[in-house]
């Protein structure tokens, strides 16, 4: 009875040092707003056609930055290096505005604004105020296209293997190997 007892107990303390190291790890997981540096790409409309040119956009843009991403350690490394790179986000964005036949232009900008809780795989942004980069194609009052530019969420590639064979990976889960051993 007594080793049962202290088996019990035993037990008791193991779930219990568990749960304070998973609330641990957990704990240092998490990011504030602050921490974050979010991208959007705004289309003019929402007629499909506008919503497919958002899209293109967003492929161009997204191809253009990953390797620039790379190797990025802060949101304030990502904050400058974006707006070192606006002028050149606009000429991708004017260029497929421009071979899909539209004649307005894209306007990208570094913004804080207000948001509404969004989920990008895994991560669930809070509603409330972000560092974002802009980029508004058009009027920009279509619906937009979002993901998160610090940590580099978006900027993951996918890995080619031999053949016609592609193996996607997961920025999310990469992130959190990366950083939250």
């Not at 641990?24 to 790409?41: F, N, Q, S």
């Not at 007629?47 to 843009?61: C, H, I, P, Y």
């Not at 990953?66 to 190797?71: D, F, N, Q, S």
């Amino acid at each position: 009875m007594k080793k049962s007892l202290q088996t019990y107990i035993g037990g008791i303390v193991f779930a219990l040092v568990l749960a304070a190291l998973v609330a641990l790890v957990a704990a240092g997981c998490t990011r504030a707003k602050e921490d974050y540096l979010r991208l959007h790409i705004r289309a003019n409309g929402n007629s499909a056609e506008e919503q497919a040119l958002k899209l293109q956009v967003r492929d161009a843009v997204v191809a253009y930055l990953t390797p620039i991403a790379k190797g990025v350690q802060s949101k304030r490394e990502m904050q400058s290096l974006m707006a070192a790179k606006l002028d050149e986000v606009e000429r991708i964005a004017d260029d497929v505005i421009a071979q899909n036949g539209y004649d307005y232009a894209s306007h990208a900008y570094l913004s804080y604004e207000e948001f509404p809780q969004k989920t990008y795989g895994d991560v669930t942004l809070e509603a409330g105020y972000y560092d974002a980069v802009i980029v508004e194609l058009g009027s920009g009052k279509g619906d937009n296209w979002w993901c998160v530019a610090f940590p580099p969420l978006c900027f993951v590639a996918a890995e080619d293997v031999e053949g016609d064979e592609v193996i996607f990976r997961s920025a999310i889960a990469e992130w959190f190997r990366k950083n939250c051993k």
